[in-house]
């Protein structure tokens, strides 16, 4: 069809108008029905849930299998509500008596489903993983090196900024110290900065898996060690000195020198670029938490702790392990608990708005506890009472959020927990069953809003990391039954899976590469330039709608148009808020994170087959 101009478009409108006037009898023909459901599949023994959404009634539903034979029928559940204009109904369609291993579709409504399987013949935690991988900076990057020029990088003081919620530099930076080697750890999320607060929040979580997880998978072992690696640079155990943070987000509003976030490069392109302003693309700044020796800020003290813990934990060489402990043991100590005013997270604070720390210390000293345990350290009995006393903190004054990257407390709990029994510890600051209750009240919060929600999400699916808290949700009600044997958060968990995986109003697993439909579009520098699959990477997913009413921006010159035509396929499913999409430029919803990944691949570790 040829392009019409404006005029002639109008034209014709005009004279469609006068051959066909509208009639104000007949209604819109109804949106087309839906189903959706986890498209990486069930467990024969766990509870099943897939969706209809409609604009019309419901009936029976059929579930058929790779041969299209007709493996089950029933009726369709209970109305869930709307979830918008155009899909005024959500039925619920319980598929729990499929147990039979293979391959399946759901037919409802006129829709057909995405196939799914019972009994996955594998997760995608091993696809989690490899995105780890493809992360890292360094000598040990798998593409090409990158960011050699960190072996000999330069300290400077903190920046000033332009503004509270901006990463706009006012001035020069000023050096303070160097040089000092940061070369190596993981890529924070779709750029190439690195920050010490992620990394030791993500090297707790894949350590985690490998110790909860029961794996001596050697991918997993691996990566673990790289981010280990990295963070043993990071603390200067000599002169008690952390870093933070390597690199810095945008330039300064002077335009003396650019930022990470202003360019659209690969990564090993960086050492050699010598164009006017780009100093700090090349000699990227490293920015330290503290001054030497001085008080660290206590979030970053207790998850780097942790992090030295739980690989004392693990380590097989008991020599190696005591070291291990004594770093954790440093950091620790060097924690500031009083007048703490704002946390220090990255620079500027705005990119992690953390404000709850005491979760942090907690996990670090319930880590300690454990590990100082296992080595007969006589220091576990006073770790033990201080992962108490800042879990009686947390649970009378922090308490609201779930499992994510600003609140580590269900996994601090569930270690407590563990820490007590081993020592048959009584008369702490905090009781085996005051914990128990903490991870109740967090589960509880999830199940309350999972209630109204038409596809049972536990997340705030119009605020920022929906995705990371569904799949946090999920492991905490796996860390809930094995510190209690009690199952009656185990569907739960399962549905905050499921709604991650395909059984969400947009029909989209937020995990690259796993299901039929998932995100195609990440706002990744690598994955974008390179045109290489995403696989593994875990995406924020929904956000508020209304972070998008000023459009996606342009594409930078280097940055390939995805998708190719620009349509926005996900925009009728808005509703309740949050929208999806799914392009390059959509940071709000479609940038991978390394703490969304951790998540992931720790939730997907627990579940129970």
Not at 16 to 43: E, F, K, L, M, N
Not at 476 to 486: E, S
Request: glycine content about 10%; aromatic content about 8%; overall charge negative.
């Amino acid at each position: 069809m040829a392009r019409l101009t404006p005029a002639a478009l109008a034209l014709t409108l005009v004279t469609s108008a006068i051959a066909a006037p509208a009639r104000a009898d007949v209604a819109p023909p109804p949106a087309p029905a839906h189903v959706r459901v986890d498209q990486v599949g069930y467990w024969p023994a766990e509870s099943k849930h897939a969706y209809l959404m409609t604009g019309g009634k419901a009936g029976r539903f059929t579930v058929v299998d790779h041969r299209g034979r007709t493996v089950l029928t029933g009726h369709a559940g209970a109305d869930r509500g709307a979830w918008n204009g155009a899909y005024p109904h959500v039925y619920d369609l319980d598929l729990s008596k499929l147990r039979t291993p293979g391959r399946y579709r759901v037919k409802a409504g006129g829709a057909t489903s995405s196939e799914f399987r019972i009994a996955p013949s594998r997760t995608p935690a091993g696809d989690v993983l490899t995105f780890f991988g493809l992360q890292r900076d360094g000598a040990d990057a798998p593409r090409r090196p990158s960011h050699l020029n960190d072996r000999a990088a330069s300290v400077y003081d903190w920046p000033t900024f332009t503004a509270p919620d901006t990463d706009q530099i006012k001035g020069e930076l000023k050096k303070v110290g160097g040089p000092v080697d940061v070369e190596g750890g993981w890529f924070d999320a779709g750029d190439y900065l690195k920050f010490t607060h992620i990394l030791a929040y993500v090297d707790t979580l894949l350590l985690a898996a490998q110790r909860d997880g029961h794996s001596d998978d050697p991918a997993l072992r691996n990566e673990a060690a790289h981010g280990l690696k990295y963070l043993d640079k990071m603390w200067d155990e000599k002169s008690k000195t952390l870093y933070i943070q390597v690199g810095v987000g945008a330039g300064n509003e002077e335009g003396t020198f650019v930022g990470d976030h202003d360019i659209w490069r690969l990564p090993e392109a960086d050492d050699g670029d010598t164009a006017e302003g780009h100093h700090f693309i090349r000699d990227r700044p490293v920015f330290r938490a503290a001054a030497p020796g001085r008080p660290i800020s206590p979030n970053l003290a207790g998850r780097t702790a942790a992090a030295f813990a739980l690989a004392a934990q693990l380590e097989p060489d008991r020599r190696r392990a005591a070291h291990l402990l004594e770093q954790a043991s440093s950091v620790y100590a060097m924690a500031k608990t009083e007048d703490v005013g704002q946390l220090v997270t990255s620079l500027p604070h705005a990119f992690y708005p953390e404000d709850v720390w005491r979760d942090d210390m907690q996990l670090g000293a319930a880590e300690m506890t454990l590990a100082a345990q296992r080595l007969r350290d006589p220091r576990a009995g006073r770790w033990l009472a201080d992962a108490a006393r800042w879990a009686r903190g947390y649970l009378d004054d922090d308490q609201g959020d779930t499992l994510n990257l600003y609140d580590v407390s269900a996994l601090a709990h569930a270690d407590l927990v563990k820490a007590i029994r081993a020592a048959r510890a009584h008369g702490l600051a905090v009781s085996e069953a005051d914990l128990l209750a903490g991870l109740r009240a967090q589960l509880d919060i999830g199940a309350a809003r999972a209630a109204k929600d038409p596809f049972r999400a536990g997340a705030e699916h119009d605020q920022f990391d929906a995705v990371p808290h569904a799949f946090g949700l999920a492991a905490t009600a796996q860390l809930y039954r094995r510190v209690t044997g009690d199952r009656a958060y185990d569907a739960f968990g399962t549905q905050q899976r499921n709604w991650a995986f395909g059984a969400n109003p947009w029909g989209v697993s937020f995990v690259a590469g796993a299901g039929e439909n998932s995100i195609g579009c990440p706002h990744h520098q690598i994955f974008n330039i390179t045109g290489r699959p995403a696989t593994g990477a875990v995406v924020n997913g929904p956000n508020s709608a209304g972070l998008f009413d000023d459009g996606l921006g342009e594409h930078f010159e280097e940055m390939p148009p995805c998708p190719p035509d620009g349509v926005d396929r996900y925009a009728e499913f808005t509703g309740h808020g949050s929208r999806f999409v799914d392009d390059v430029r959509s940071w709000q919803a479609s940038e991978p994170a390394d703490d969304f990944a951790a998540i992931a691949l720790y939730a997907l570790t627990l579940t129970s087959k």
